[in-house]
């Protein structure tokens, strides 16, 4: 086990208004439930960001604060190492949080009561975006092939009409843990141009790759689909560092770019947070070891969970995991409902995760767990549903 970077080591994150913890034991009256469903991490982030955000602290005065050229450098050095493209300054948009790029994205590039497509199961602040915004959810669920889902085209085309302008993707895909391949984005990008949609795609997850998976993202299709593209990401994901409130949009067309920058400008969202800046320049400059050794601390995860589920639950049926750190679960064969499982992870089991109706009708059936943890912590959480599954 990992332990240069204290991946074993379980930290009290209750009583710190956690939203992975405090607000899910306020949501189920417990104190004492392992919570498995928040896509958080429970890692302590590279001890470089926190050296840089105490000397932030350690200055006193917290200001208003600007971007720097640090903020971009950072970023197009990222993406020079991690996918070998050189990515111009002038692409890259400030924005607090992905779930705000993806709202103001649909709110900017659309129109009252036109339609989005979204793949399902689908994310909930992504669902939201298109919902709370007024537009028509275009729901395309993902088709299983064998152990694979796959996105149905031939039911997106029957979506499509007249009103119909954009297309939310997450990439890799959450819940499902799916990475695409280049040969499914490019086919996503025929079918936007063809029917005029807008891309929006949210790669937040781009960096967590299992090991031997490459993350393809949509900058790297096509200079067509640049054109339409909307891309936004950022590294509080890769790094556990989420509380800073930090993201970006990657927009290659000046039109695109401009509309969206005076939106943002229009509702006074352009500063960072005092930290912003810094967690981002140290993130993707200095922190490299921590990011490769994270990686493999999570796919040990991931073998250990399979082997504890296929020995204790081979009931539950584990999809290929290709991205995230998130696992996803289909338990019909237990003959379980959803309450009936429900139930048994928060009543008998003292566990919670996230049901998958949480993302949707075509989340039924399954649910989404969280393994990035201390060993110890998941080891603790799948023996206490050992323990009550035999007399369930």
């Known amino acids: 086990m990992e332990t240069q970077y204290g991946f074993d080591v379980v930290v009290n994150r209750r009583n710190t208004n956690c939203g992975r913890w405090d607000t899910m034991d306020k ?43 640090k903020f971009f450098i950072s970023i197009q050095r990222w993406y020079k190492k991690q996918y070998n493209m050189d990515i111009p300054r002038e692409w890259i948009v400030f924005c607090p949080r992905i779930n705000i790029a993806s709202s103001i994205s649909v709110e900017t590039y659309t129109e009252k009561g036109d339609g989005v497509i979204m793949h399902t199961p689908a994310y909930g602040p992504l669902q939201n975006a298109i919902l709370k915004n007024g537009r028509r959810m275009l729901a395309s669920p993902l088709k299983k092939n064998g152990e694979r889902f796959e996105m149905d085209f031939e039911y997106m085309e029957s979506l499509v ?6 297309m939310i ?88 770019r401009n509309i969206i920058e005076a939106d943002i400008d229009r509702i ?37 969970t399979r082997e504890f589920f296929a020995e204790h639950f081979p009931e539950f049926h584990i999809y290929p995991r290709e991205g995230t750190y998130l696992l996803w679960f289909d338990y019909k064969k237990t003959g379980l409902n959803e309450q009936q499982m429900e139930e048994w992870f928060l009543e008998k089991a003292n566990v919670s995760v996230y049901m998958g109706s949480v993302f949707g009708e075509a989340g039924n059936g399954y649910i989404r767990l969280n393994i990035a943890s201390p060993r110890s912590m998941l080891e603790e959480a799948y023996n206490r549903m050992l323990k009550v599954w035999k007399d369930w």
């Open 268 to 304: 006074g969202m352009h500063n960072p947070t005092i930290f912003a800046v810094t967690a981002v320049e140290k993130a993707y400059t200095e922190c490299d070891d921590w990011y490769e050794a994270v990686k493999k601390y999570i796919d040990d995860n991931e073998t250990f």
């Open 161 to 166: 009409d007249e009103h119909t302008k954009m």
């Open 27 to 69: 949501k189920y009256g417990k104190s004492d439930m392992i919570h498995l469903g928040v896509a958080d991490m429970d890692f302590k982030a590279p001890e470089e960001i926190r050296n840089a955000l105490h000397d932030v602290l350690d200055m006193g005065v917290l200001g208003y604060t600007d971007l720097s050229d």
């Open 169 to 256: 993707m997450c990439n890799p895909h959450n819940p499902t843990g799916r990475a695409w391949t280049k040969e499914e984005l490019v086919q996503a990008a025929d079918f936007c141009k063809k029917h005029d949609l807008i891309l929006f795609t949210d790669e937040i997850h781009g960096d967590l790759m299992k090991a031997g998976v490459k993350h393809q993202t949509a900058l790297s299709v096509s200079e067509d689909i640049n054109d339409r593209l909307i891309l936004a990401s950022s590294p509080t994901k890769t790094f556990n560092i989420p509380g800073v409130i930090v993201s970006y949009m990657i927009i290659p067309n000046e039109k695109l």
